[in-house]
């Protein structure tokens, strides 16, 4: 069981950044594949971005956030981490990080999620 608690959301002119932060429990960390997932009112949820278990060495954009957001891990610290630079008024969603295990292609666990409000 992996819970997940989001921080690090708020409101930020255009052009800004903001660095999101997911902390989950649990000692097995490393082993599950994370990523970020978002959802602006009206819309679906849609894959930000995801970073491979263990060294992290694998990682994926969506092609909308490419170049201006990046994904990491620290497993020290049992955090994954969202650096969102140069943001936009279309970035403004409701941001969720979520966790599973690499056999598995379906992500397990979510957490609440955090609202980023871009202004322009």
């Known amino acids: 069981q992996v819970q997940l608690v989001e921080s690090g959301g708020g409101l930020v002119q255009a052009g800004g950044s903001l660095r999101l932060s997911c902390a989950a429990s649990g000692r097995t960390f490393s082993s599950y594949v994370m990523a970020w997932f978002r959802q602006a009112p009206g819309k679906e949820r849609e894959f930000v971005a995801a970073?491979?278990?263990?060294?992290?060495?694998?990682?994926v954009h969506a092609d909308s956030v490419k170049g201006r957001f990046t994904i990491s891990r620290d497993n020290a610290k049992n955090t994954v981490y969202l650096q969102m630079n140069s943001l936009k008024s279309e970035d403004t969603a409701v941001y969720y990080c979520?966790?599973?295990?690499?056999?598995?292609?379906?992500?397990?666990?979510w957490g609440l999620g955090t609202q980023v409000t871009v202004s322009s």
């Open positions: 970073i491979n278990s263990w060294s992290g060495g694998n990682i």
């Open positions: 979520a966790a599973r295990k690499p056999i598995n292609s379906v992500y397990d666990y």
